[in-house]
């Protein structure tokens, strides 16, 4: 199965900065990497997702860059701001049985303070 | 329209009793998956329903865990005997197809057992 591990646990910025959060998995067969965002008490919700054909996707003030051969992914948020507070997962699609199913990161919480 | 919803939101129950939780996707999502997640703590695939089959259970934890889908609609995860350890958020979520989709995640129930 897939392994996926995901760093920093926790990331404190101020307001304006970069945050940057990595994630690395173990199975080459992996070929979709969706990050999620999960606000205090709200349910995950995909952010942005990169597929294995494609090194970087940008939306707004959030990138992914995919480093197959490394086997790494990163998300990188600019100008943050105190709403992106909330905890950031990473997950890696991997095969089972002819079928994909996504692990997760143990999560990033990213503070933001103003 | 209408997200994931789950049900009940919260559940208390005494250790060694059986619990029943309940996901209703959004309708025409054909993949449906359950996870768990402790306090602070990332999220544990469980098991996933591609229609109304289960090709992996590889992630429940116990053979107290199970789960059912009545075609491609409400599933129920029920948990036999629980044990204190159960205690989590149980999340479920639904894509429009298996792979490499979205996931749309339901509110969670927050499962305590005493």
């Known amino acids: 199965g897939e392994n996926v591990e995901q760093h920093p646990s926790t990331l404190s910025v101020q307001e304006g900065d970069s945050a940057v959060i990595k994630c690395t998995y173990s199975d080459s067969a992996s070929n979709y990497f969706p990050w999620y965002k999960q606000e205090l008490g709200k349910r995950p919700q995909l952010i942005i997702d990169i597929r294995s054909n494609v090194g970087e996707k940008k939306d707004q003030r959030i990138a992914v860059t995919l480093n197959k051969t490394a086997k790494h992914f990163s998300l990188h948020i600019t100008e943050t701001q105190p709403e992106d507070s909330a905890v950031y997962f990473c997950?890696?699609?991997?095969?089972?049985?002819?079928?994909?199913?996504?692990?997760f990161g143990r999560g990033t919480s990213l503070i933001v303070h103003p | 329209g209408a997200g994931v919803s789950q049900s009940p939101s919260n559940k208390v129950t005494e250790k060694g009793k059986d619990v029943e939780l309940r996901c209703d996707p959004i309708s025409g999502h054909t993949a449906l998956y359950w996870y768990r997640q402790r306090l602070g703590q990332g999220l544990e695939f469980l098991i996933y329903?591609?229609?109304?089959?289960?090709?992996?259970k590889s992630g429940l934890p116990s053979d107290r865990f199970s789960a059912e889908r009545t075609g491609e609609s409400v599933s129920t995860l029920t948990i036999q005997r629980t044990q204190q350890e159960d205690s989590a958020v149980y999340l479920c979520?639904?894509?429009?197809?298996?792979?490499?989709?979205?996931?749309?995640f339901g509110p969670g129930t927050r499962l305590t057992v005493l």
């Open positions: 997950a890696a699609s991997y095969a089972s049985g002819g079928s994909y199913i996504p692990t």
């Open positions: 979520a639904s894509s429009l197809r298996q792979i490499n989709n979205e996931q749309f």
């Open positions: 329903f591609q229609g109304n089959s289960a090709p992996d």
